[in-house]
């Protein structure tokens, strides 16, 4: 009896720090919705509130106005989706030949994904600027998605070797036994299988070229080439002071592409990412 009332004290207060979790998770992005339908009056109240008193849809309209926003996301959809199928593309028989071949090359391929993670963005942005100028690719969108394939890279070979990982060697011997090829194999019985961690890949992948904000404010100079989080800055005045309403109204538009797609692949996502991190 004493170890059941144990046992469900500790689920309760995992679900409890579950939902501590999930609120805090949960209030930037209500108040962001909430600020984006207020008006200027309540937007200055010294009490502000949850529910928009007078909800309106004035902020958006602005926000419209103000500022390319159209042209900013489809420079942003453009460099994401880029980034994220090349990097796929790359990653993926990489990653099956460091799953398979498990020696002192491969050991040091994952030495170089986890130590690629720990250098922030300003140690790297010289250089790449640099190296950008004497290929002219400064300005340029095709020089941004090489900059997000490489970034990208080392995180999505790292979840796609977790994921190879899990596919049982013996799948590919006995349609090996059967008469299948090297590459029948690899197209029949191991693609699919590496279906849900590739979708999981691509989606982290575009999440962050979709969000970055460094790489793009450096290498893209004209308003015409910008990126969507490069022109939510430009809400911001000239003394740092915000134009909140229309700013919030951008942002919660900037945040739909994301939220629609973990809608839509949250299965696969979920499947690609504890086979990653079990089998790693």
């Known amino acids: 009896m004493t170890t059941l009332r144990t046992s469900r004290s500790g689920r309760a207060g995992q679900y409890l720090a579950l939902l501590c979790y999930l609120v805090f998770l949960a209030f930037p992005f209500l108040w962001l919705i909430s ?27 602005q926000a419209f106005d103000e500022q390319p926003l159209l042209q900013a996301a489809g420079n942003s959809l453009i460099a994401a989706l880029s980034a ?44 790449l600027f640099l190296i950008l100028k004497n290929l002219h690719l400064i300005n340029s969108l095709f020089g ?60 982290f992948a575009f999440i962050t070229a979709w969000n970055e904000f460094f790489f ?13 989080p490069v022109v939510l800055t430009h809400f911001l005045g000239a003394e740092g002071v915000a134009d909140l309403g229309p700013l919030a109204a951008a942002a919660f538009l900037a945040t739909i592409p994301s939220l629609v797609i973990f809608a839509i692949i949250q299965k696969r996502i979920t499947g690609g990412m504890l086979a990653g991190a079990v089998k790693a």
Do not use: C
Not at 105 to 113: F, P, Q
Not at 166 to 179: F, M, N, T
Not at 218 to 224: G, S, Y
């Open 35 to 61: 600020t984006a339908f207020k008006p200027p009056r309540e937007l200055g109240s010294l009490h502000p509130t949850w529910i928009p008193k007078d909800p309106t849809l004035e902020n958006f309209r």
């Open 84 to 127: 994220a199928l090349i990097a796929v593309v790359i990653a993926t028989p990489m990653a099956y030949v460091m799953a398979r071949n498990r020696g002192k090359l491969s050991t040091a391929a994952t030495g170089w994904v986890v130590i690629s993670q720990a250098f922030p963005f300003v140690l790297v942005i010289i250089p």
């Open 144 to 203: 941004l998605i090489m900059v997000y394939v490489v970034w990208s890279l080392p995180f999505a070979l790292w979840m796609l070797v977790g994921y190879v990982r899990a596919v049982p060697r013996e799948l590919e011997e006995a349609a090996s036994v059967d008469g299948a090829g090297r590459v029948r194999t690899l197209v029949s019985v191991t693609a699919p299988l590496l279906a849900p961690g590739i979708v999981a890949t691509a989606l």
């Open 216 to 228: 793009a404010l450096v290498l893209l100079k004209t308003p015409e080439k910008q990126t969507l």
